[in-house]
């Protein structure tokens, strides 16, 4: 009689950084990578991950957005509860992967270090809405703000948060430093201003890492 394998247990992976810091670009390689070790993965992105999800992540992007301070922090953990409830939940219960591109650290980064919210206050509704859930692994993608403005300026139209000031984005990358500091079994720092190659060779040393964690 065949002996059955104990499901692996999911693992949870969260990419970080400032807009531009090249967290796109490196969820292909990720994808390829964990693929090509047989790892049955689930991609995903916040806000969003979800129909009800995308339609917030919508309004909080949209530059003729009205959004209050509170409304902004509090639209982005009914989208996580909703992503929580409906994909990252049953994924990692599924022993499978789940790769989200931004989670809760971007709630702290962004309303937090950039606009300023109280950080026990986001922990408020952090404990509320994830009951104790956190990222097994979060690769953070840390670069100077000139040069991730650099790279996104030829390629797009900035959102509602790309339009800011430079010293919003610069709370922004160093809110995410203090919170790398403050939990470094969780991060992974990635010196994100290098080529892509040698970048994509860090993160696979992290990911070997989780994953013979076992
Ligand atoms: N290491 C790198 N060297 C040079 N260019 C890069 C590097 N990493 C990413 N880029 C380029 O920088 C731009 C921004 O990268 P990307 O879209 O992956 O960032 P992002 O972190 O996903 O941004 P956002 O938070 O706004 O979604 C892209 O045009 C990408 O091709
Ligand atoms: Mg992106």
């Known amino acids: 009689m065949p002996t059955e394998q104990p499901a692996r247990r999911g693992r949870f992976i969260t990419l970080e950084g400032i807009d531009g ?6 969820l292909t390689f990720i994808r390829d990578w964990l ?4 790892v049955d993965a689930v991609f995903t992105r916040e806000p969003g991950g ?7 992540r919508k309004l909080l992007l949209a530059v003729d957005s009205q959004v209050s301070l509170n409304a902004e922090a509090l639209l982005a953990f009914a989208a996580r509860q909703q992503h929580i409830d409906g994909v990252i939940a ?12 931004r989670f809760t650290d971007s709630t702290y980064a962004f309303q937090g270090g950039g606009r300023g919210i109280p950080f026990e206050r986001i922990r ?4 509320w809405v994830q009951q104790g859930l956190q990222p097994d692994l979060t690769l953070l993608f840390d670069l100077p703000l000139d040069v991730a403005a650099q790279r996104m300026s030829c390629t797009r139209t900035l959102d509602r948060f790309e ?5 919003f984005h610069q709370r922004v990358r160093e809110a995410y430093l203090a919170r790398a500091a403050a939990e470094p079994h969780r991060f992974a720092m990635l ?5 892509i190659a040698e970048i994509q060779a860090d993160i696979a040393i ?3 890492n989780l994953l013979e964690r076992g």
């Open 21 to 26: 810091a090249g967290k796109s670009t490196h």
């Open 35 to 38: 693929a090509s070790r047989g």
């Open 50 to 56: 979800t129909p009800l999800g995308e339609d917030i």
């Open 90 to 101: 049953p994924a990692l219960a599924a022993g499978r992967y789940l790769v989200s591109d």
């Open 124 to 127: 408020v509704l952090e404990d």
């Open 163 to 167: 339009q800011e000031a430079a010293d």
């Open 191 to 195: 010196d994100s201003s290098r080529g």
């Open 206 to 208: 992290h990911l070997q």
